[in-house]
């Protein structure tokens, strides 16, 4: 805790204050001007603004740097609310300290994470969709957008069975439910599955499925990653017909140089159409 006292420009710590700033009693003069130097330089400005409105009414609530003697940095969090004398006039402003380094520090680089985590999602070609264990869609990337035509906002915290084509859409919950009671999943950790996707204006997508599962914040979190395969079946579906073209000439022309008449040279041709 301190108490500034406004009309000397007074400053009293706690014991806890003196250690959170790494000071004595003996080495802080009870001072403003001596707070001001212990805040961080790029910071002072900041908080001393801060510190002008509070006598106006706003609420003192900031977090901001300071260094130590040794020349560390530590972030802490104040807080306060002044006290005004029978004139209504501000007389102190008191409040607490925190030093809330690490608790900031493990923030910022959960962001950092998050955002390196978005950026990678929002990259990558193939379809990503994170759902939980009731199947409802948590995040998706533009991918996914661009795959089946809804925007992300008409995706998230709907159930991913909205992807899926009946009865695949219909039976998806008794999959989900059935593996989070028995840990057993026929799709689990295998790629390369071929499933069908329904896109938004009711057509299908022949889509490359691999699903795999994570722990995030304490929760169960499965990811869908889908690669858009039509083309490729397409391709597939040309050279099966091309395939069977050849083979079926091939197998006329070995009935024509068999047979004894057109007609029985006909009938072994017809029999292989």
């Avoid at 004595?24 to 961080?40: A, C, K, Q």
């Avoid at 998230?156 to 059935?178: A, C, E, F, W």
């Avoid at 073209?245 to 197998?251: G, T, Y």
Wanted: charged share 30%; hydrophobic share 40%; aromatic share 6%.
């Amino acid at each position: 805790s301190w108490d500034w006292n406004i009309v000397t420009n007074g400053l009293i710590w706690s014991e806890e204050t003196y250690r959170i700033f790494g000071v004595t009693p003996d080495e802080f003069d009870g001072t403003l001007d001596t707070f001001v130097r212990r805040i961080h330089p790029d910071d002072r400005d900041f908080v001393l603004l801060a510190a002008r409105r509070a006598l106006t009414g706003t609420v003192y609530s900031i977090d901001h740097r300071i260094v130590l003697p040794d020349g560390s940095e530590r972030i802490v969090h104040e807080r306060g609310e002044v006290e005004f004398d029978s004139n209504d006039t501000p007389a102190f402003l008191r409040g607490t300290v925190q030093d809330v380094t690490e608790q900031r520090r493990a923030e910022s680089a959960i962001r950092e994470s998050e955002q390196r985590i978005r950026a990678i999602m929002d990259n990558v070609a193939d379809s990503l969709v994170t759902i939980d264990e009731f199947g409802i869609i948590g995040s998706v990337n533009p991918a996914t957008e661009a795959l089946f035509g809804y925007d992300a906002a008409e995706l998230i915290g709907r159930n991913v069975s909205l992807l899926m084509p009946k009865p695949t859409g219909t039976q998806h919950d008794s999959y989900v439910q059935r593996y989070i009671a028995t840990g057993i999943s026929k799709v689990l950790g295998i790629s390369g599955r071929e499933v069908t996707g329904l896109r938004k204006d009711g057509s299908t997508v022949d889509v490359e499925l691999s699903i795999t599962e994570m722990r995030y914040g304490g929760r169960r979190l499965l990811i869908g990653a889908m690669r858009d395969i039509t083309e490729r079946k397409q391709a597939e579906e040309a050279l099966r017909q091309r395939t069977g073209f050849v083979e079926l000439s091939k197998a006329v022309a070995a009935a024509a140089n068999e047979a004894v008449s057109i007609e029985s040279a006909l009938q072994v041709c017809l029999e292989e159409i």
